[in-house]
DNA sequence: CGATGAAATGAACGATCGTTCATTCATATT
DNA sequence: AATATGAATGAACGATCGTTCATTTCATCG
């Protein structure tokens, strides 16, 4: 979507004027507007708002984006792409024990969330600032990420080496509450991110029905 | 807070002019922007839009809240120390094995979310726009709120029953696991509230480390 | 160097925002 | 019936909203 290309070594485009100022300040602006929305909320920003953290008038925003609600449909459809990119190189290919791939989605996610933490939360909260047509196509990205997770736990069902009730739930209720990570944690907290990370994934695989460590196993003391 | 008394059998109060009349429209006023604030977002709903909800001009809507910022701070305080009130006559007392008090506050907390799920979602997402002090006493509620899981989980870890690394994290990932529920339930959905409540009372289980039902054991077959 | 065209500007637009206020309406008490 | 009082009104306020547009700035290419 968009341009998006020549960034360093640049040569080919641009036919006159200015080459790659114009794609700075769009990356500029998608930062900015990333930040405030997260902190904010889509309708509590104002277009100055954005413009001033970027350092330029409300105007010149519409040099990059046709319209607020474009910058905000951007930011997600960005976000779900580059997520959905990330899972797929991270997951374990599909036939690895689905404990694996389990633990490994687990872990991706919650390093994910720490990172883009603004992206994520944006994604999961503004869907309902979208336009009907913008929401459709945000909503089927976010449909395609949550179906990796409903895939690991049916095929982990089928196989049996998951004990769960319904795939389709587990799968939200595991998304919620990974997702829940970037309400509460804080850099300068009580634990590190690995730790915060471990403690999640050994969730997730006692969640559905695995024994502490990796494969089933049972009556593992401490 | 606030006036709140006298609604039927009215009698004692109410020096003249008008009654209960008063209190009918500002509980209207708080169900309309419950409704209209869940969906779409404090700053994104207008004065005028609860009052034509209510059937009543903007300016009527402050003989009722001083401002619109205390309609939110109003809403959030009512529905968090509603919530926290009903928890405690929800949970078995506090010497009942923690996995029955687990189980008791999953399933609270699920079914309390269907019925007031517009409330809820206003307490964990407009924080935000909140002022500096309203935001402080709320989000003191809602931390007597977490607090109650918080002291679950460590008496279930103390007591050996159940087997988790982190009681504070985790009670965090549950409730977020939890409260999950109300962005994909649907009324008219294949499951059914019951089956929904037992399908997370059952992942909470598990996600401490407890087997299939209630207590311990272990190498349970299905 | 002058031409070119994207990027940024400042001013302005119509609309809508939260809020105020003098006034009117409606009701319960005396 | 007269009165007192809370509730609702309609108009208006200053501010700010998203957006447009004619103009200016400025780095690049011929």
Sequence with gaps: MEAFADKQAGSASASAGTTARGEATRDAIRR????????????????????????????????????KQDILADLME???????????AALPQADAPPAERLAAFARFHVRYHFDEADAVFLSYMELRSLEPGN?????????AYEARLRGILREGQRS???????????????????????????????????AIENIYVAMAARSVGLGQEGEASCSSGA
Tied chains: 1, 2.
Excluded: K
């Design 160 to 194: 049996g080496a998951f004990r769960i009730e319904d795939p389709a739930v587990e799968a939200m209720a595991l998304i919620a509450m990974l997702t829940g990570v970037t309400t509460w944690y804080d850099p300068a907290g009580r634990l590190s991110r690995a």
């Design 78 to 88: 960005t976000h779900l792409l580059r997520l959905t990119a990330a899972l797929d």
């Design 32 to 67: 900015a507007a990333e930040a405030l929305f997260a902190a904010h909320g889509f309708s509590a920003v104002s277009m100055r708002d954005i413009a001033a953290r970027v350092g330029v008038r409300a105007s010149a925003l519409y040099n990059h984006f046709p319209a």
């Design 135 to 143: 929401r459709a196509r945000i909503n089927a990205l976010r449909g």
